[in-house]
């Protein structure tokens, strides 16, 4: 083989790396090959940059194994526009080629040009391999996908099949995640099935896929059957577990079991187990976290200190969940949100405001729309009509967030615990969409505690339009307001109605604290 020569080459001493290339009087298209081989293993491959206009320069024409190189190593340093036109000139564009410059596309989040170029192989002589079909894969469900691509898992699977593909456990992965993050769960654990080897990360997947469908005998059989486990299929059933009050208590037993087995927790299993903490208001438990959080570095994460207030809050803690509050360095929208949401929730509306005006002062955080629910409610429980108005106006004016019904349900609560129900209409009729039935609702509830029943039939009937039968309170808020005014003729009339539309109220129940955990107390039921 004939090697070209280029003179006069200098490239610099590169940090973390092995080699040094200096001033020679030739040097070799195999010397630049590896230079560049040794730029694209580096921390630093963005530096082997100054290698392709020097080999320009010299008037050299790199052959394919430089060119693929300098794809490689533009490609790793996240400049695509010159990896792509290093690939447009190869004089033949080889599998590896298409399969790095596909690559480079989708893991920087350009997915439809990643697509584009799928095409574009298609068409050549070349042929998809089992690496470009687990790109293709992974580029459909990116968050960068378009809702066309993001459905391709099937399409894909069915051309792995046609093309006789040697399937990998990359490829595999790829194919179940893809299934999974579609909803197609079932399609998913069928090519699991079929894996001679069930690693982790699949493993991990289907647990993900079952958690959020719901199956958690699923999830934990695969789970059960994972042989080698990380922290990552850990979290997996960590997080799935928090999700529900009836499963919260798991969350905690294999929280342990993990600590048992010396896996070290991360963010997010500290963040899923204080959000079972959470759910249970189990006090104590996360208390203890929150002291083993003490220890370590990520105490001072903003993640972690937002999910802190939250439990604490709802544990009915505000003095502790505002001690984090105000010693953390950072605070972003999620911190300032649970914070005045914690004090809104626990009867202190006074200090929900205040800090909720304070964040609007300061300017540093701009207010989201669980924000500013917050405030409408705190406004509301302590009949601050005014301040309400300002604040919900505010949302459109000031931040261009168009209020939504939760937003426009808690105005009416807040002007119907003011006593002002003609007002409350009045901003119910004038709203710009159709109420919904929490909307209704609000009003009702303002009707019966003012006893204005004529009022009150007007909201139930409209209420009983938009979800009758999903809102059976309706019905009994309404029976409620006619036997306040003593009209028990109606009450009659409408408890006939009720059973003759079927609608039944379930019994009434509240969470308990025992020493077993939280436990579900009906009315009537001792302790």
């Not at 533009?74 to 564009?93: G, I, M, N």
């Not at 600590?259 to 963040?271: D, E, G, K, V, W």
């Not at 004016?397 to 003011?418: I, W």
Request: aromatic residues 8%; contains cysteine.
């Amino acid at each position: 083989m004939r090697y070209g020569r280029l003179s006069n080459i200098r490239v610099l001493d590169q940090p973390n790396a092995n080699f040094r290339l200096t001033e020679v009087s030739s040097v070799t298209e195999f010397s630049v090959a590896s230079a560049l081989q040794n730029y694209i293993n580096s921390d630093h491959p963005s530096h082997g940059r100054k290698i392709h206009p020097l080999i320009l320069k010299a008037g050299i024409k790199p052959n394919v194994n430089i060119s693929i190189k300098l794809l490689i190593m533009y490609v790793k340093s996240c400049c695509l526009s010159d990896a792509r036109q290093v690939f447009d000139e190869l004089p033949r564009r080889t599998l590896s080629a298409y399969n790095y410059m596909i690559s480079g596309y989708t893991k920087h989040g350009f997915v439809e040009k990643s697509f584009a170029l799928v095409q574009e192989l298609c068409l050549s002589n070349e042929k998809p391999d089992g690496y470009t079909f687990s790109m293709i894969l992974k580029g459909s469900t990116s968050g960068n996908a378009g809702s066309r691509l993001r459905c391709t898992g099937r399409e894909v699977h069915a051309q792995i099949l046609k093309s006789n593909v040697e399937g990998d456990d990359v490829l595999y992965t790829a194919l179940v995640d893809s299934y999974v993050k579609s909803g197609r769960v079932e399609y998913a654990r069928r090519v699991f099935d079929l894996m001679l080897d069930q690693n982790v990360i699949c493993s991990t997947s289907m647990i993900t896929g079952y958690m959020n469908q719901g199956r958690l005998e699923d999830a934990e059989d695969v789970f059960h059957k994972t042989v080698e486990k990380d922290v990552v299929v850990y979290n997996a059933m960590i997080e799935g577990y928090s999700k529900s009050v009836e499963t919260a208590k798991k969350t905690i037993h294999i929280f342990i079991d993990m600590q048992s087995l010396n896996f070290r927790p991360t963010i997010s299993t500290f963040a899923s187990i204080i959000g079972a903490c959470s759910l249970l208001s189990a006090f104590e438990i996360g208390q203890q976290i929150h002291g083993q959080l003490m220890k370590t570095e990520l105490f001072t994460d903003i993640k972690i200190g937002s999910a802190l207030i939250d439990m604490y809050s709802k544990c009915g803690r505000t003095d502790d969940a505002r001690s984090i509050f105000d010693s953390m360095p950072r605070k972003n929208v999620y911190s300032w949100t649970s914070m005045i949401d914690g004090y809104g929730k626990n009867g202190c509306p006074n200090e929900s405001l205040e800090l909720f005006d304070r964040m609007i002062s300061e300017r540093h955080t701009k207010p989201n729309y669980v924000t500013f629910l917050g405030a409408l409610s705190a406004c509301a429980h302590t009949g601050l009509v005014a301040k309400g108005r300002e604040i919900f106006e505010c949302m459109d004016r000031v931040y261009s967030m168009k209020p939504r019904m939760e937003h426009y349900a808690c105005m009416v609560d807040l002007l119907g615990r003011a006593g002002s129900l003609n007002q409350a209409l009045q901003f119910v009729m004038q709203m710009s969409e159709r109420p919904n039935s929490d909307v209704w609702a609000a009003l009702l509830s303002s009707c019966r505690l003012h006893g204005d029943v004529e009022l009150a039939k007007i909201a139930a009937n409209e209420l009983f339009k938009v979800s009758g039968e999903s809102r059976p309170g309706a019905y009994v808020a309404l029976s409620n307001a006619l036997a306040d005014a003593g009209k028990w003729d109606s009450v009659s009339q409408l408890r006939e109605l009720m059973k003759a539309r079927g609608i039944s109220k379930g019994t009434g129940f509240t969470w308990i604290g025992t020493d077993a955990g939280l436990e579900a107390f009906h009315a009537g039921q001792s302790l």
